[in-house]
């Protein structure tokens, strides 16, 4: 796992995860609020993929079992897909 070096006020260093899901908190802390809201930007565009992505699928089966269960209610021996 990827870790980040980030400094207090009082200049100790603590570590926090790498992860894209905090990158735009990372960012505010490292640069100012430029850069935070730069990393805002970044964390709303890399979620909205993955959520575009995921509902995409979830449709796609909801359409097949659909898809599946009509030829099944017609009474043909297996499902065309």
């Known amino acids: 796992m990827l870790q980040l070096r980030l400094f207090d006020k009082n ?10 899901a905090n990158i735009g908190e990372k960012l505010g802390k490292l640069g100012g609020p430029l850069l935070g809201g ?8 890399v979620e909205k993929p993955a959520k ?20 099944a209610t017609k009474g043909t021996d297996k499902p065309q897909i």
């Not at 575009?52 to 030829?71: P, R, T, V």
Request: charged content about 25%; aromatic content about 6%; cysteine-free.
């Open 52 to 71: 575009a992505g995921a509902n995409a699928s979830e449709n796609l089966g909801k359409w097949i079992q659909g898809k599946a269960a009509n030829q």
């Open 38 to 45: 730069a990393g805002r930007a970044v964390d709303k565009a």
């Open 11 to 20: 200049k100790k260093i603590f570590l926090k995860d790498n992860s894209m």
